[in-house]
């Protein structure tokens, strides 16, 4: 039976998928992008979904527009 991931796990995963754009505070990321790295057989969309929900309630990141978002100096430091 699958484990369901914490949402520290999924956080962790949305950060390491960051990498891969060389962010610095203030990059915009796509979120598909990122998104697409976690799934599918790894995540599901609605925890891919929480995660970027946690981290904008953490302000860790910040929406930049309907599709992309930055990592805030509290995010990049996470990194």
Same mark, same amino acid.
């Given at each position: 039976?699958?484990?369901?991931?914490?949402?520290?796990?999924? !956080?962790?995963?949305?950060?390491?998928?960051?990498?891969?754009?060389?962010?610095?505070?203030?990059?915009?990321?796509?979120?598909?992008? !990122?998104?697409?790295?976690?799934?599918?057989?790894?995540?599901?969309?609605?925890?891919?979904?929480?995660? /970027?929900?946690?981290?904008?309630?953490? $302000?860790?990141? $910040?929406?930049?527009?309907?599709? /992309?978002?930055?990592?805030?100096?509290?995010? /990049?430091?996470?990194?």
């Amino acid at each position: 039976m699958p484990t369901v991931p914490s949402i520290d796990e999924i !956080v962790r995963a949305i950060l390491d998928a960051s990498r891969a754009y060389n962010p610095r505070p203030g990059t915009i990321i796509p979120r598909m992008g !990122v998104a697409t790295k976690l799934m599918p057989g790894r995540y599901t969309a609605d925890e891919v979904n929480r995660g /970027f929900a946690k981290m904008l309630a953490d $302000e860790w990141i $910040e929406l930049a527009g309907p599709t /992309f978002f930055k990592l805030t100096d509290v995010g /990049f430091a996470a990194l």
